[in-house]
């Protein structure tokens, strides 16, 4: 039978497809199908035998309430299903384990033979004193020149040489070690980041060789206007504050440290009760813990938590920059909630909706696909322990510049003033869990936002979990949360002309 086509469409506005199918018997079974990935079935519907059967019987005006209510309750359903599909075991399966020093063990077995580890300590830029700025990014790069027993050669070496990697990064409030390889190699990772973590010698020559290649990545950084205006505007919007400085650090300020310089940034903020090693992969836990333990148990308490909450003073500011680039570039944008906020996660989806990666996001199309103004444009919020930032971002000819900004404050002004839809909300909803189960997938992602999350909260949750607080949010808090957040007299600028 067919089905009508008002409701064929309402249900499409969720990915929702409906049909109906007669069996032998004369009753009706029904498929709803959510995507290609969820089914329900509901068999003899004695109450409403042809709800999605307008030929039927039943009233027209009775199926439409229903199937407004229907529609609503399945959304929920959905992203409950889809999630016990694809994550069985949420919570069961993440492990974990404290040594008496303090750091933490986090685990996620997967079937895969390879596995990845990582040690994140909270630790980053925003830690260093004014007279320090550059210096955790600095001992980063030196953690792979010299431990105690082993040169750089022999660090390079010692994963590569059996088909893996070992890497580091540095972010405002982290430092990062991170190795991935084949699962029977686990125990060589783990002594590794904690051989480099905990006995890097620093060596003087190494150091001096170790600046130049900062300074020529600093110059590179310089080069690619579109990364560097993201670092002018935290300037700009955090004046004054550790948080505005930017990572990579000054070449006038690096060429004065030396290892006693790196040595003391270690004393002043390294500790063990703020450290955690994440790992993702097909590991008996017992025998990571065994490893955990040898490689990292032997090392002393230490509690050395001085950093305190960002103080500055926000006022909304326009800066021009005459740069000499082929294109424009703008930011616009304001401080955000931190990342322990409970109004996080409705700015995230907002965010999402707005300018996320999706090529239906609201300014992609509005000045993108409508208007050709621009190649990208997209929107970023940015959460530190105690405050944060939202961003917008776009490129775009010289002579479009006013116009791109007319129209996202078009896009802002409607968010502001009128409340999501109920379908939008929906697939808005959706969307954002579809990206972060998809995210998900890639085991190394997964293992460093398992490591940020024991760091911050403690506890990583589940995506069933995240599934429900993001099902819980409401179209008025969107609303509320945008009114705080773009209100366009609180809003900063950054362009380069």
């Known amino acids: 039978m067919g ?94 384990h404290v040594l008496s020093n303090g750091i933490r063990l986090i685990h996620y077995p997967v079937e895969s033979p390879v596995a990845h580890c990582g040690l994140m300590i909270n630790t980053g830029s925003r830690d260093e ?5 550059g210096i955790a990014h600095l001992l980063e790069h030196m953690l792979f020149k010299g431990t105690q027993k082993r040169s750089s050669y022999h660090i ?16 405002k409030e982290e430092i990062c070690i991170h190795s991935t390889f084949f699962t029977q190699y686990h125990a060589r990772a783990m002594e590794m980041i904690s051989d480099i973590a ?40 955090f004046d004054g504050n550790s948080l505005g400085r930017n990572i990579l650090g000054e070449e006038s300020r690096l060429r004065t440290f030396t290892r006693e310089t790196i040595l003391d940034f270690i004393r002043q903020n390294y500790s063990t009760r703020q450290m955690v090693v994440s790992s993702v992969g097909k590991i008996p836990f017992d025998t990571l813990v065994k490893s955990f333990t040898k490689y990292f148990g032997h090392y002393p308490f230490k509690s050395n938590e001085q950093r305190g909450p960002a103080a500055y003073s926000y006022q909304a500011t326009k800066r021009v920059t005459q740069r000499g680039t082929f294109q424009a570039h703008c930011i616009l944008g304001n401080i955000a909630y931190d990342i322990a906020s409970a109004k996080r996660l409705t700015l995230h989806l907002l ?87 998809i995210s998900s997938e890639n085991n190394e992602n997964l293992m460093l936002s398992m490591a940020k999350s024991m760091l911050v909260f403690n506890k990583v949750d589940s995506l069933e979990e995240i599934g429900r607080k993001i099902e819980a949010i409401t179209a008025d808090e969107i609303r509320n949360v945008a009114n705080e957040i773009f209100e366009e007299a609180k809003l900063s600028y950054l362009i380069y002309n």
């Open 351 to 437: 965010n999402n909706y707005l300018g996320g990666p999706g090529l239906n996001s609201r300014l992609n199309l509005a000045l993108r696909e409508r208007r050709g103004y621009t190649y990208t444009i997209d929107s970023l919020y940015t959460t530190y322990s105690d405050t944060g930032n939202i961003t917008i971002y776009f490129g775009t000819d010289k002579m479009s510049v006013d116009k791109c900004i007319h129209f996202i404050h078009k896009e802002l002004s409607a968010i502001r003033e009128k409340k999501m839809s109920d379908a939008t909300l929906r697939k808005a909803k959706k969307q954002l869990l579809g990206q972060i189960a």
């Open 156 to 171: 390079l070496s010692r994963m590569e040489d059996v088909g893996g990697e070992i890497n580091a990064y540095t972010t």
């Open 3 to 96: 089905l009508d086509a008002a409701y064929k469409h309402r249900c499409n506005t969720l990915g929702i497809d409906i049909t109906c199918n007669r069996q032998s018997n004369d009753n009706h079974n029904h498929h709803i199908n959510c995507n290609p990935i969820i089914k329900f079935s509901f068999q003899s519907m004695d109450l409403y035998p042809c709800l999605f059967c307008p030929s039927s019987l039943v009233p027209v005006c009775l199926g439409s309430w229903f199937l407004d209510l229907l529609l609503s309750r399945l959304h929920a359903i959905c992203i409950q299903v889809f999630i016990h599909l694809h994550f069985p075991e949420p919570m069961t399966k993440f492990q974990t």
């Open 198 to 237: 905990f006995n890097s010698s620093f060596p003087d020559k190494e150091v001096q060789k170790e600046k130049e290649i900062i300074y020529d990545e600093i110059n590179s950084y310089k080069d690619s206007p579109s990364e560097l205006i993201f670092d002018e505007f935290e300037e700009l919007i």
């Open 129 to 133: 004193l004014p007279d320090q700025h």
